[in-house]
């Protein structure tokens, strides 16, 4: 058991970190976002309920703990005020539960219309989330950016609903810690997205990795006890770039239908009977219904903007490089529940560029596009692992799965996700959680 917890995403983003954020977030007292925008989003499942947010930590919906989104986020102030109100028609006390650092940069109407993917090729070109989070970004390091502090002091409905939830954040947590209090740092986008380490210029314009909760709410690295990587049991990317272990193309899935859309337009039966087709194909080699099956199972379309998101199989090479880059302590395995009835389930184990193996994760763009995958094939299993509780209770194909994921990557799973419910979720190793 640890004090203070760092969570950071391992892939490409939306590997269910709210989730684990949220269920973790029982034994925390404190939470820090410390990076992004609104370019995230997170589901939390609570019961029957399920809460969207893009800004506010998930552990907002825990009540008597403390909020904090540090200065190394970017923050659109009516985006905020919104989920604020939100959460205030809830009944839930902001003012007490909530706080937001002075030094956290605003993102201002003049950041989103650069940022519009429909006018902005540079935009189009990354598939950015269009929320003005790189142009706010680039304002920060040219030294042109206004802080929260600073925003505050203006005479709008947004600014005077934000003044009293503005303080010097790193003070707070500074204090909470000396206190013994337990605080968890909830990483939003993920390894692969980090400006500085991830596939650029395929990538956000923050640092979402370990290295950036630090400076991203001024807290020492003597401090922090644990790293977990949060991993889906395969991969997903929104929007372009590199994508070594990809199924199907990626015009392929942008002209998919959304399963929104198949959901209004086809009756159950005729969902169900696409979801056998689909499944059938996925068994009988065929790539793109692989993929397509993850996506299906898997609800891989955007918190954020909806779009179908590219699914793979898990890159245990991207996985090294993520353990790598932000030391981490113990891997999290979410979505298991995802791959049920694939007849075999595949791990990338190295890659193959211009007909030479490379067995780590390369930083040259060109070479990250050319990597093909070298995989390692595994049995699927048919049950429904949804209900289960206990590791020792998962199909014995489900434990072997799992296990050569720690295998190859050399760092044991705490927990694994069987389904997107607090209750779904199985404790495996305790040693490096809060
Ligand atoms: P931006 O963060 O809006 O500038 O987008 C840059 C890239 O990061 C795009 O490819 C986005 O799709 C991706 N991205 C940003 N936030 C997320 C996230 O929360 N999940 C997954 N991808 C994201």
Request: glycine content about 10%.
């Amino acid at each position: 058991m640890v004090q203070t917890l760092i969570i950071v995403g391992g892939q490409w983003g939306d590997e269910g970190k709210g989730k684990i954020v949220d269920f973790l977030t029982e034994k925390a007292d404190v939470i820090v976002r410390f990076a992004g925008g609104n370019n995230a989003g997170h589901t939390v499942v609570v019961g029957e309920k399920t809460y969207k947010f893009h800004l506010i930590p998930s552990g907002i919906i825990h009540k008597g703990k403390l909020n904090i989104i540090s200065n190394g986020t970017v923050l659109d102030p009516d985006v905020l005020v919104s989920e604020i109100k939100t959460l205030e028609n809830m009944d839930f006390d902001i003012g007490k539960s909530l706080i937001i650092s002075s030094s956290a940069h605003t993102i201002l109407e003049k950041h989103r219309v650069e940022d519009n993917p429909e006018k902005n090729p540079e935009s189009k070109k990354i598939g950015t989330t269009g929320r003005g989070i790189g142009p706010c970004y680039k304002d920060k390091i040219a030294r042109t950016g206004i802080r929260m502090g600073d925003y505050v002091t203006k005479n709008t409905a947004s600014a005077q609903k934000l003044r009293p939830l503005i303080q010097d954040t790193y003070i707070i947590i500074d204090t909470a810690y000396k206190k013994g209090k337990k605080i968890l740092f909830e990483g939003a986008q993920g390894t692969l997205l980090d400006i500085d380490h991830g596939t650029y210029p395929y990538v956000t314009s923050s640092n979402p990795t370990a290295g950036g909760a630090l400076t991203g709410s001024g807290f020492g690295p003597t401090k922090i006890d644990s790293v977990i990587g949060i991993f889906k049991a395969y991969i997903t990317r929104v929007g372009e770039g590199p994508f070594p272990t990809e199924l199907g193309t990626y015009n392929q899935t942008k002209n998919e239908d959304s399963i929104y859309d198949l959901k209004k337009e086809l009756s159950d039966e005729a969902f169900t009977r696409l979801n056998r087709k689909v499944t059938s194909a996925a068994n009988n080699d065929d790539e793109y219904s692989q993929g397509r099956l993850l996506r299906m199972q898997g609800f891989e379309y955007g918190t954020t903007t909806g779009r179908p998101r590219r699914t793979g199989w898990f890159d245990a090479v991207a996985a090294k490089y993520a353990i790598a880059i932000n030391g981490l302590s113990s891997l999290v395995i979410t979505k298991v529940d995802v791959l049920n009835h694939l007849k075999e389930i595949k791990i990338c184990i190295g890659y193959e560029v211009d007909g030479k193996k490379l067995d780590h994760f390369p930083l040259d763009t060109e070479q990250q596009e050319k990597a093909k995958p070298i995989y390692t094939s595994m049995p699927g299993w048919d049950d429904d692992i949804t209900q289960i509780t206990s590791f020792k209770d998962l199909p014995k194909n489900a434990q072997d799965y799992l296990e050569k994921i720690e295998e190859i990557c050399k760092v044991p799973i705490s927990i694994v996700s069987v389904g997107p419910k607090r209750s779904q979720t199985i404790i495996k190793d305790k040693e490096t959680l809060l």
